[in-house]
């Protein structure tokens, strides 16, 4: 199907949301039609959102991106070019993180791969006067135990560690240069406040003007919302 076929397919079905939202006035149809509309522009942009052809060779040496290569890099400058075009969340991840064996090559490697693109991002979306209203937070599912365990074939790893581990925010009108919350000398327990996920939901909704109290829900005689029945905006970070 060609483009043209395509764009005469959706504007039939157009045509045919339009009669019904007009006899019936159900907000879900238009709802409906926003939705078709919002698939075809992503799916038109697709290609000229790839296309790092325009990028720099400075930009390209900066994130160590490789057109056609999957790659983090890649990814992280992918995220600029997304967050330029109005995309209001873009997710990253690197799927080569669970080192629980061998902390040599493969650990180094790794961190080589997310530290350079991912250090690039941010001064590219400030200096493209993108860093005030996009926040850009970086951290993954827990931490890992400061001691080495000998895993098989005694190579040494780390286990998953719940207790501390680091998260990096950036933009989004946050003061820079902080430090909030640390660990005893080994890394392995929190010292001083303990900072809980629900305080990093608070604050993510608080830093996108929402009030996490205000969205509390009732529901099967329980009260819910997207900080469960807990967290505090972390004031230090956003003061």
């Not at 409906?32 to 000229?48: F, K, V, W």
Request: with cysteine.
């Amino acid at each position: 199907m060609d483009a043209h076929e395509q764009k005469a397919t959706l504007d039939l079905i157009g045509d045919i949301n339009q009669l019904e939202l007009a006899e019936t006035g159900d907000s879900e149809i238009q709802t409906r039609i926003s939705q078709y509309e919002m698939a075809y522009r992503m799916q038109s942009s697709g290609p000229e959102l790839i296309d790092f052809s325009k990028e720099s060779a400075a930009t390209m040496e900066m994130y160590g991106a490789e057109p056609g290569k999957a790659s983090y890099a890649n990814n992280c400058l992918l995220a600029r070019r997304l967050v330029e075009r109005g995309v209001r969340f873009v997710q990253l991840y690197h799927a080569d993180w669970d080192h629980h064996q061998d902390l040599d090559e493969p650990l180094t490697s790794v961190c080589k791969e997310v530290d350079r693109p991912t250090m690039a991002l941010i001064p590219d979306l400030k200096q493209r006067g993108l860093s005030e209203r996009t926040l850009v937070i970086w951290g993954g599912e827990f931490g890992r135990t400061p001691m080495g365990e000998v895993r098989e074939k005694g190579k040494i790893g780390r286990n998953h560690h719940i207790d501390a581990f680091t998260m990096m925010f950036a933009g989004g009108g946050l003061p820079p240069g902080r430090v909030v919350g640390g660990t005893d000398e080994f890394g392995f327990s929190p010292t001083g406040d303990r900072i809980d996920v629900h305080d990093v939901q608070a604050t993510i909704l608080h830093l996108l003007g929402l009030d996490h109290e205000k969205l509390t829900y009732r529901f099967m005689g329980r009260d819910f919302r997207l900080t469960d029945v807990a967290g505090h905006v972390i004031k230090p970070l956003v003061s």
